[in-house]
């Protein structure tokens, strides 16, 4: 995330997400039940629903929304980078890349019409829908209480979690051959992530930046999460443009992430504090996967997490988000599939997408959780005194990693899963 879309505000660890709701109080829920198996038989697979968000006959770039539902507040009308990225590899997975570069163009242009910058960076967020000529828009609201039109602080900065998974999806374009464009935006994201490496403690590169141009907020934690991330976005790299510069970070990333193994715990550290030493003990799903996805040999190096996360975030045949276990996160749930599909255990595969399948919308989507609300572990960046939490929203972070399951694609590796042996 993984943020709302995947809203890294973790102290010490990363976004997911991505993937993070910004405001309790912005959010009208709606709870429901889940769809019966008979239903969610019958509806179409994740991969066409996918496909069917961006229209039929349409062209020109295009961002997704990454909560279509959400009321009037900061997740409304906003596509956050991870979402959509997500959504261009799962795409891709899919067979349908023409679609896909729809939302790679949206990356393109972000890169070339930011309203200030132009080095590298992409934001967390942006406006959903087209996007026009002139500046890439930003989502936001008006809010009647300051009686002015707000912009979302976590959106406007730049994670460089969700910055390798744009490159991801820009490379896994790159390996359709559809345009060059696509492997150049990507070595200029990676350009700028760069400048995220860090000397403190076991390396690997910090959180990225909080906040509104032209001064934001440096962050200075780093996440396994993010790095987990960089390490394949960097492979990926390096293996298209033979330039040793990307296999280098790659390898400093890497090196991170092996660092914050806990053989007591038998789990990673969710990453550091802002010292970027002191470990972050925090148990979150994604940074437990993600590494035995991305780093090579690692499903038999790190296999033994997969009993901590059994033991710790197991719920009703799916698993949460983080502590206490109170609600099925779909995602992450979609993940552990992908997951299991490596460890060639295609029972489990099929028990956690029929636990995928139960959180469908009416509409075909999926929810992004099967609860009211769970939690992360974290807090919000935007607002410290509240925690970050997960809501049953339909999620298109969700529905791209139902696709991916569907697929048994690797979004770290662009490849079909090929079994661990």
Same mark, same amino acid.
């Given at each position: ?11 010490? &660890?990363?976004?997911?997400? +991505? ?16 769809? &019966? ?28 929304? &990454? %909560? ?9 009308? =906003? ?9 261009? !590899? =799962? ?20 890169? *070339? ?30 809010? *009647? ?7 979302? @602080?976590?959106?406007? +900065? ?36 760069? $400048?995220? @490496?860090? &000397? ?10 909080? +906040? ?7 962050? @200075? ?17 390096? /293996?298209?443009?033979? *330039? ?27 990453? #550091? ?12 799903? *994604? ?11 690692? !499903? ?7 009993? $901590? ?8 045949? +799916?698993? /949460? ?21 490596? @460890? ?16 469908? $919308?009416?509409?075909?989507? %999926? %929810?992004?959780?099967? #609860? ?50």
């Amino acid at each position: 995330m993984t943020g709302a879309g995947r809203v890294s505000a973790k102290p010490g &660890s990363r976004r997911r997400g +991505g993937r993070w709701l910004l405001s309790c109080a912005a959010i009208a829920l709606g709870l429901g039940a889940g769809l &019966s198996p008979a239903r969610a038989a019958v509806l179409p697979n994740a991969c066409d629903v996918l496909a069917s968000q961006l229209g039929t006959g349409a062209s020109g770039p295009l961002f997704l929304a &990454s %909560y279509p539902t959400a009321e009037p507040g900061p997740l409304h009308d =906003a596509a956050f980078l991870y979402d959509n990225a997500v959504a261009v !590899v =799962a795409l891709v997975g899919c067979g349908r890349p023409d679609l896909a570069r729809r939302i790679g163009d949206a990356l393109l242009a972000a890169l *070339d019409r930011d309203r200030f910058w132009h080095d590298g960076r992409l934001r967390n967020g942006y406006a959903a829908g087209p996007v026009d000529a002139g500046p890439v828009k930003l989502a936001g609201w008006w809010d *009647d209480a300051q009686n002015r039109w707000l912009e979302d @602080r976590y959106q406007a +900065g730049s994670d460089v979690g969700n910055l390798a998974w744009a490159m991801l999806a820009l490379l896994a374009l790159d390996r359709t051959g559809a345009d060059p464009r696509y492997r150049t935006g990507a070595e200029r994201i990676g350009q700028w992530v760069a $400048t995220q @490496r860090d &000397s403190r403690g076991d390396g690997g590169f910090t959180g990225g930046t909080f +906040g509104h141009e032209p001064t934001p907020t440096l962050v @200075r934690w780093k996440s396994v999460e993010h790095n987990t991330d960089l390490v394949a976005a960097f492979s990926r790299l390096a /293996a298209v443009t033979n *330039d040793p510069r990307w296999r280098d970070n790659a390898v400093v990333a890497q090196r991170f992430v092996e660092a914050m193994w806990d053989p007591q715990e038998r789990a990673f550290a969710a990453g #550091t504090g802002d010292d970027g030493v002191s470990r972050n003990p925090t148990l979150a799903l *994604d940074a437990q996967i993600w590494p035995l996805l991305a780093l090579p040999g690692a !499903v038999a190096r790190f296999d033994a997490v997969l009993a $901590t996360v059994e033991r710790r975030l197991g719920f009703q045949g +799916g698993f /949460a988000y983080g502590e206490p276990a109170d609600g099925v996160w779909t995602e992450g749930t979609a993940q552990v599939a992908v997951l299991s599909r490596l @460890r060639d255990d295609e029972a489990q595969a099929a028990t956690l997408l029929a636990t995928v399948a139960a959180q469908r $919308t009416p509409d075909g989507g %999926y %929810y992004a959780t099967s #609860t009211a609300s769970i939690p992360t572990g974290f807090v919000l960046a935007t607002d410290p005194a509240k925690p970050r939490l997960y809501y049953h929203l339909p999620h298109l972070g969700a529905l791209a990693w139902a696709a991916l399951a569907e697929r048994g694609f690797n979004p770290f590796t662009l490849a079909v899963v090929q079994p661990a042996r």
